[in-house]
T-cell receptor, first 116, second 114 residues
Framework: AQKVTQAQTEISVVEKEDVTLDCVYE???????LFWYKQPPSGELVFLIR??????QNEISGRYSWNFQKSTSSFNFTITASQVVDSAVYFC?????????????FGKGTHLIIQP | NAGVTQTPKFQVLKTGQSMTLQCAQD?????MSWYRQDPGMGLRLIHY???????DQGEVPNGYNVSRSTTEDFPLRLLSAAPSQTSVYFC?????????????FGPGTRLLVL
């Protein structure tokens, strides 16, 4: 069985602070994929990143960065210089190998509140 | 290119009624799936399909049926609605290789069962 844990239910920071959202996963597969999604108050799900289990390089995209560590089964997401528009629920998700065939296992989400 | 569309956006049902949630995509994606989102639970997989004519169960399939007669459409049927099926339903479609992935979610259908 696979599982994704997002221990932080809600995080509140002041604008311009850096914030890290934690994600810990469990899987028996050696090939798997990890994802982050953003769900703003409007409700849609926005794809942020996909990382496969063979690529442990950290990734940076503007103010967003991701730290993938297989040794601790973690795939953490950091927002640098947070902005009010970053306020949303963020989901970490896992899919085992096999391309896009089967569905995703989601964590319960972290509600991020950026205060002006 | 409309992406993933879902209809209706909002529906109220009485217990025992049946209905079909529609999902369509125009990106020629082979993979489609249905999720439900409940407060504090994240998204849970209901059913998924790897291509026309092929479907399989996800984590919470009970009370739901699906079919995939075409690549474009993946309807979700509630046979006899129950209050426990009150939720927001998301349809997704995706295309993936070992290196790249493109995944899209529809805007969601909010369902209330009284």
């Amino acid at each position: 069985a696979q599982k994704v844990t997002q221990a932080q239910t809600e995080i509140s920071v002041v604008e311009k602070e850096d914030v890290t959202l934690d994600c810990v996963y469990e899987t028996r597969d050696t090939t798997y994929y990890l994802f982050w999604y953003k769900q703003p108050p409007s409700g849609e799900l926005v794809f942020l990143i996909r990382r496969n289990s063979f690529d442990e390089q950290n990734e940076i995209s503007g103010r967003y960065s991701w730290n993938f560590q297989k040794s601790t089964s973690s795939f953490n997401f950091t927002i640098t210089a947070s902005q009010v528009v970053d306020s949303a629920v963020y989901f970490c998700a896992l899919r085992n190998g096999g391309g896009g065939a089967d569905g995703l296992t989601f964590g319960k989400g972290t509600h991020l509140i950026i205060q002006p | 290119n409309a992406g993933v569309t879902q209809t209706p956006k909002f529906q109220v049902l009485k217990t025992g009624q049946s209905m079909t949630l529609q999902c369509a995509q125009d990106m020629n994606h082979e993979y489609m799936s249905w999720y439900r989102q409940d407060p504090g639970m994240g998204l849970r997989l209901i059913h998924y399909s790897v291509g026309a004519g092929i479907t399989d169960q996800g984590e919470v399939p009970n009370g739901y049926n699906v079919s995939r007669s075409t690549t474009e459409d993946f309807p979700l049927r509630l046979l006899s609605a129950a209050p426990s099926q009150t939720s927001v339903y998301f349809c997704a479609s995706s295309w993936a290789t070992g290196i790249q992935e493109t995944q899209y979610f529809g805007p969601g259908t909010r369902l209330l069962v009284l």
